[in-house]
T-cell receptor, first 111, second 117 residues
């Protein structure tokens, strides 16, 4: 079973708006990763945040990690229609071990 | 960046036949590869962890005799769905990690869509 839970399950916004997705997990982790999946395609790695990090930026992406609350958030700023996809968080308990995926958030950015 | 390929990208087979899916790391060596299954509008479920030169480790509920995994080299792992049935129709995705010792992202293949008729 998946240990990660994401909310919202679906998010629909207008182009230019910010999108925030949240992820919670249950056990201690080595790192947490966010992936994007376009419909019917493979996963694209977006960003990795280690357990000793609190915030990380990559372009229009900002990820936060709160290990005390066992939660993370992904913020996409100034969204574009091309950002429409499913976004998954995944946790890794130890480096090189299996990933446990959340249920995902389906983001729709309307032009 | 690290690239993982899968072949075929899609396959349609008849019930009762077997299908082999290949996963290759193109520009790095992967001692460990992972196989996932994804049903429509659902998340990825880990099926098994494939280790080069040894037997795969299957997740609870995954039949090892039905989903045969072979990790023949540091760049190739194969998943064979034996005696496929319509309920095996799914999107199969592999991933590979280029190194251990620190936190590394896994690189995913583009997936293989299997349809069993």
């Amino acid at each position: 079973s998946q240990q990660g839970e994401e909310d919202p399950q679906a998010l629909s916004i207008q182009e230019g708006e910010n999108a925030t997705m949240n992820c919670s997990y249950k056990t201690s982790i080595n790192n947490l990763q966010w992936y994007r999946q376009n419909s019917g395609r493979g996963l694209v790695h977006l960003i990795l945040i280690r357990s000793n990090e609190r915030e990380k930026h990559s372009g229009r992406l900002r990820v936060t990690l709160d290990t005390s609350k066992k939660s993370s958030s992904l913020l996409i700023t100034a969204s574009r229609a091309a950002d429409t996809a499913s976004y998954f968080c995944a946790t890794e308990k130890t480096s090189g071990s299996r990933l446990t995926f959340g249920e995902g958030t389906q983001l729709t950015v309307n032009p | 960046g690290a690239v993982v390929s899968q072949h075929p990208s899609w396959v349609i087979c008849k019930s009762g036949t077997s299908v082999k899916i290949e996963c290759r790391s193109l520009d790095f060596q992967a001692t460990t590869m992972f196989w996932y299954r994804q049903f429509p509008k659902q998340s990825l479920m880990l099926m098994a962890t494939s280790n080069e030169g040894s037997k795969a480790t299957y997740e609870q509920g995954v039949e090892k005799d039905k989903f045969l995994i072979n990790h023949a080299s540091l760049t190739l792992s194969t998943l064979t769905v034996t005696s496929a049935h319509p309920e095996d129709s799914s999107f199969y995705i592999c991933s590979a990690s280029p190194a251990t010792g620190d936190a590394y992202e896994q690189y995913f293949g583009p997936g293989t869509r299997l349809t069993v008729t």
